[in-house]
């Protein structure tokens, strides 16, 4: 669900996903909200396009209902578990990065569908950090596909991009080519409430 639903925003932008949230770390906390909940046919009829039925929904619960988190879904501090004030229901792509993900690896071969991309480029001091949605499961090598959201810029919104990794690592810019030679690239990261990590 957390993929199908990321995918769709590149061909219509869901109206749920609000303008204000509309950056890369907002695609990947809108897709994770609406892959808990739901998808009947009242969720249906209010999203503008679905790429593909993924399937089952999530069973032990259904958002915005999580036990004790609501609609907290995001670890903002560090340390151990110490209430939902721990939690937020936003977080900064660097949050995502470094408390709400685990590091997978740095070779496309070892991620999985589903696994984000975090980039961290210091010479931009605004935004330093920036995440992309890896969508193809393996087997396809650098012609699996990320989708992501540039993020706004002056009085320009961003928009939602679709590309191979392939053509990811040919962009004039090397600091976006997500290979482990490239110290901007963090790496794949794997959502900690998938990889059986505490949340």
Request: hydrophobic content about 40%.
């Given at each position: ?49 679905l790429?593909?039925w ?37 977080a ?44 193809d ?16 810029e ?5 928009e ?23 110290p ?16």
């Amino acid at each position: 669900w957390f993929v199908a639903i990321a995918e769709s925003q590149f061909y219509s932008v869901d109206n749920r996903w609000a303008r204000v949230n509309r950056d890369c770390a907002g695609l990947a906390r809108f897709a994770y909200m609406q892959a808990m909940r739901r998808h009947d046919a009242a969720w249906l009829s209010a999203t503008s396009y679905l790429h593909h039925w993924p399937g089952k929904d999530v069973q032990a619960f259904s958002y915005p209902d999580v036990p004790v988190l609501g609609q907290s879904l995001f670890r903002t501090r560090p340390g151990s578990f110490d209430g939902v004030g721990s939690f937020l229901p936003t977080a900064s792509a660097r949050v995502l990065w470094e408390l709400n993900t685990v590091f997978v690896s740095r070779q496309e071969c070892n991620a999985q569908m589903g696994d984000l991309l975090f980039f961290r480029d210091i010479q931009n001091a605004d935004s330093p950090m920036h995440t992309m949605i890896l969508l193809d499961p393996p087997g396809a090598g650098m012609k699996r596909r990320v989708v992501y959201h540039t993020g706004a810029e002056g009085d320009d919104p961003g928009e939602v991009r679709m590309v191979s990794l392939a053509d990811l690592s040919a962009h004039k810019d090397d600091r976006w080519h997500p290979q482990k030679d490239n110290p901007n690239f963090l790496g794949f990261y794997r959502w900690k409430i998938l990889d059986g990590g505490q949340p």
